[in-house]
């Protein structure tokens, strides 16, 4: 079991966060909301596997009304308990994907769970910038989301918005430089 960084990810959140994740990203985005909560769980259960059955425990809960997301649940549990959680592939989470949010909240509250996913939550955050076309006023208002869904001034919110916010900048200053070379 990998060293806590904090204290474990704190439950109810991450059960929150998954069934919000499955809820909203089931319909529109099966195969990336999926993979994302996939990857992530199984990583979780592999530092917190009791943390992780709670999460799920939660999560059914609050899906108890929505079949679509509770089937979809109850696939990635049973997929999460893999031997080889560094093999599934997380992102990259655009702004525009269905449960974005609710995905890089996740990314951010895992991340944190254990010293050795923190390489995990620098580069989802720096994939979801990249890949979203960076420092674009809808890019930095789905990172300001994330930052709210996990509590505006928490601890996880204040490391959310210091990674982020560096990548936001520098893709931001790279637009400014084409712009200017192609004045």
């Given amino acids: 079991m990998g060293s806590h960084l904090t204290r474990p990810v704190g439950e109810p959140a991450l059960g929150q966060l998954l069934a919000a994740a499955l ?5 529109p985005d099966p195969e990336g909301t999926s993979r994302d909560v996939l990857a992530l769980l199984c990583r979780f259960r592999a530092v917190d ?3 992780a059955d709670e999460a799920v ?23 999460s308990r ?4 560094g093999l599934l592939p997380f ?19 895992v991340g944190f769970s254990s010293h050795t996913l923190l390489s995990l939550f620098s ?20 990172a ?11 601890l996880n919110a204040l490391r959310w918005r210091d990674e982020v916010v560096p990548h936001l900048l520098q893709v931001s200053f790279e637009l400014l430089d084409l712009v200017g070379a192609g004045a």
């Fill in 144 to 154: 300001s989301l994330v930052q709210d869904r996990l509590g505006g001034s928490t």
């Fill in 82 to 85: 893999t031997d080889n959680p």
């Fill in 91 to 109: 992102g990259p989470v655009r702004h525009t994907d269905a449960g974005a949010v609710e995905r890089l909240a996740m990314l951010t509250e």
């Fill in 123 to 142: 580069q989802g955050t720096a994939d979801f910038v990249r890949s979203s076309g960076g420092g674009m006023p809808p890019v930095i208002h789905c």
């Fill in 49 to 51: 596997a009791a943390s």
């Fill in 23 to 27: 809820a909203n990203g089931s319909s």
């Fill in 57 to 79: 425990s939660r999560a059914r809960q609050k899906l108890a009304d929505n079949d679509t997301a509770l089937k979809l649940l109850g696939i990635v549990d049973q997929k």
